[in-house]
């Protein structure tokens, strides 16, 4: 098994910035995709950014292309995302997943086999 536990989240005004954190414990000695979600309220979950086991690339949804960044660090078992210049449209919880058993970089959800809990993140006008 596999816990995903994601910290960084919080209220913050449009223009600025958080830097989301999600820690990887448990069976984390095979090579594994990580990837970003969000649900905004009355809204499906969607993909916001994913990362391949070496870091080497990466994909974004088109809204967030430019100002999101996401980075791992294979070491610690560590996947971040680098919001900058907020929008009230990234209002939602983020969740962060873990493609077990996957090199390369994973956008659909179905996919992915596990999950944290989730973080919030407000961005106030």
């Known amino acids: 098994q596999v816990q995903l536990v994601e910290s960084g989240g919080g209220l913050v005004q449009a223009g600025g910035s958080l830097r989301l954190s999600c820690a990887a414990s448990?069976?984390?000695?095979?090579?594994?995709?990580m990837g970003w979600f969000r649900q905004a309220p009355g809204k499906e979950r969607e993909f916001a950014a994913a990362?391949?086991?070496?870091?080497?690339?990466?994909k974004y949804e088109d809204s967030v292309k430019g100002r999101f960044t996401i980075s791992r660090d294979n070491a610690k078992n560590t996947v971040d995302l680098q919001m900058d210049n907020l929008k009230p449209e990234d209002t939602a919880v983020y969740y962060c997943?873990?493609?077990?058993?996957?090199?390369?970089?994973?956008?659909?959800?179905?996919?992915?086999?596990?999950w944290g809990q989730g973080t919030q993140v407000t961005v106030s006008t």
């Open positions: 997943a873990m493609a077990y058993g996957r090199y390369g970089v994973v956008q659909i959800s179905s996919e992915y086999d596990y």
């Open positions: 448990g069976r984390t000695s095979s090579f594994y995709s």
């Open positions: 990362i391949s086991w070496n870091g080497g690339s990466t």
